[in-house]
């Protein structure tokens, strides 16, 4: 969760110098949902994302140079600097891409626990996506098809209470959750707080074993908030989608902050063993800036490579 957050902060305090060429949807506030599914999850195991990737591809292990040095465009990027940072992949990872298309990943994912059944092989297929998502016609058909047949799929909605700039009450009628809707097509589904990395967690584990054990798939919902704007690196206080108010109650609820004072109440970690991990990931987010910063941007020849038709 802290080096998502620290990574994050880097890219919203450099992002106005104008040398990341592509947008980037920031995940500040929602850390311990990616931390806590990825946790849960093997090293073969294969996780897809959303147009709001940087946590899920770091929680899954994803390359930092490789994702800084997309995000400035290099060829060293995941993607040879080609993508941004919506269209962030790592194989070697586990972490299978993010598309910027809502909700276009789910039936990928699917698709994957599909594949993985056929082979006999028990690889457990996650997918992150955010509840809007939900509204599209392919969250239907691929958790129906899943369910349908048994397929290892984790289907993982990050409620944050928007899409884009409109709240859940413009949206959907009282009593609504994504969680009724999966369970209305046989699939095991439970709702979570997104701020607790533990108990999403322990959500995610039981959810891994069943798919291991061939039980099908599952939903988890946790409701989360964001404390960026939608797109970019700035605050959006000003919208009147959502006050200051909000924001601040939301923010006393920090993921970071909440399993901080766990740790240390417990014992289990000291405010100077914190302080060395603080330093450790940034020097290895400051060796990761300024690798991405310095690396040779694509040839021109490249542009066509790579491509289907």
Not at 8 to 18: G, K, T, V
Not at 40 to 53: N, P
Not at 116 to 135: C, H, N, Q, T, W
Not at 179 to 208: C, H, K, S
Request: proline share 4%; glycine share 12%; net charge negative.
């Amino acid at each position: 969760m802290l080096t998502v957050r620290l990574v994050e902060e880097r890219i919203c305090s450099e992002y106005a110098e104008q040398t990341m060429r592509c947008p980037v949807h920031i995940c500040i506030g929602q850390e311990a949902i990616a931390a806590g599914v990825c946790a849960a999850l093997r090293d073969e195991d294969a996780v897809m994302s959303t147009h709001r990737s940087h946590g899920h591809y770091l929680a899954k292990g994803g390359d930092l140079r490789a994702m800084m040095a997309e995000i400035y465009g290099r060829e060293a990027g995941c993607c040879r600097g080609k993508g941004g940072s919506m269209h962030l992949v790592d194989l070697k990872a586990g972490f299978m891409g993010a598309v910027p298309i809502v909700g276009s990943t789910i039936p990928i994912a699917t698709g994957i626990g599909l594949s993985s059944k056929l082979a006999g092989r028990d690889i457990v297929s996650v997918v992150f996506f955010g509840e809007g998502a939900s509204e599209e016609g392919v969250f239907q058909e691929s958790i129906q098809y899943a369910a349908l047949k048994k397929l290892p799929v984790i289907y993982v909605c990050e409620n944050n209470g928007f899409s884009v700039n409109t709240p859940l009450k413009d949206r959907r009628p009282d009593g609504f959750s994504v969680t009724r809707v999966a369970e209305a097509y046989g699939v095991e589904a439970g709702q979570g707080d997104g701020n607790d990395v533990l108990g999403v967690y322990e959500m995610a584990r039981r959810a891994v074993d069943r798919a291991r054990l061939g039980e099908g798939p599952s939903l988890l919902e946790f409701s989360t908030y964001r404390w960026r704007e939608h797109c970019g690196p700035n605050d959006d206080h000003h919208l009147v989608c959502r006050s200051v108010e909000d924001f601040e109650q939301w923010k006393e609820k920090c993921p970071i902050a909440t399993f901080t004072g766990f740790l240390t109440r417990e014992n289990l970690l000291g405010a100077d063993e914190i302080a060395q991990m603080r330093e450790g990931i940034l020097s290895q987010v400051d060796e990761a800036f300024a690798f991405a910063k310095t690396a040779p941007a694509p040839d021109a020849g490249l542009a066509g490579s790579g491509e289907y038709a």
